[in-house]
């Protein structure tokens, strides 16, 4: 079955820097990958999706790539804030699928 | 443009007991999907209603069911309640089944404590 790797371990970072989270994946490359947002006690918020053919995506400070060779995307937040601070979660969108497989997250802290 | 809202947002419950989460999908999806996350997990995928039809299950037992109503709002169902089910359960709405491309749209989900 698939498995989803994210760091397991809480990234900080100063304010004004780039964030860099990665996510790992095996066996099957998915057709889609998407990254949401989680604050505590909240929904996941839905962030940016790549397509298996794309290497790259941006929107405003955010740039997802995909690199289906090494099986991994990295998430970036350039310009970092505190209000960044959140569970960033990776999740694979498999062809003919009907569900996300989500990796457990990573826990992002910005310090000001 | 309303999102998804799910309820209640909190629920006890005793082991043995039953339960029915609701959720209302956001304008303009016809697809629900329902998620169970534990402590310091990912969501994982329960199952998922398409035009009131269930549309893939995930590896979760019978006593999980659900239905979709004509209006694309959904019910989660859980019998026979054990220790193990104490998790937040999210409901997500997307336009279109599953494999196409869309970003889900999450309610802010139910939080079951089973005692």
């Known amino acids: 079955s698939q498995k989803i790797e994210q760091n397991s371990e809480a990234l900080n970072i100063q304010e004004g820097k780039t964030a860099t989270l990665t996510c790992n994946y095996t066996?099957?490359?998915?057709?889609?990958l998407q990254w949401y947002r989680q604050d505590p006690g909240r929904g996941p918020v839905f962030l940016l999706l790549i397509r298996e053919n794309e290497k790259e995506k941006r929107k405003e400070r955010l740039k997802v790539t995909f690199d289906t060779t090494l099986k991994q995307s990295l998430f970036h937040i350039t310009a970092s804030q505190p209000a960044d601070s959140a569970t960033y979660l990776c999740a694979l969108d498999m062809y003919n699928g009907n569900k996300l497989v989500f990796g457990a997250g990573t826990i992002l802290r910005v310090k000001s | 443009e309303t999102g998804v809202t799910q309820s209640p947002t909190h629920l006890i419950k005793t082991r043995g007991q039953q339960v029915t989460l609701r959720c209302s999908s956001q304008?303009?999806?016809?697809?629900v999907s329902w998620y169970q996350q534990a402590l310091g997990q990912g969501p994982q995928f329960i199952f998922q209603?398409?035009?009131?039809?269930?549309?893939g299950r995930g590896n979760f037992p019978p006593r999980f069911s659900g239905l979709q109503f004509p209006n694309y709002s959904s019910e989660l169902n859980v019998n026979a309640l054990e220790l193990d089910d104490s998790a937040l359960y999210l409901c997500?709405?997307?336009?279109?089944?599953?494999?196409?491309?869309?970003?889900?749209?999450f309610g802010s989900g139910t939080r079951l404590t089973v005692v």
């Open positions: 209603y398409y035009r009131e039809e269930e549309n």
């Open positions: 066996n099957y490359s998915p057709a889609y």
């Open positions: 304008s303009g999806h016809n697809t």
């Open positions: 997500a709405s997307s336009p279109a089944g599953g494999g196409a491309g869309y970003g889900y749209t």
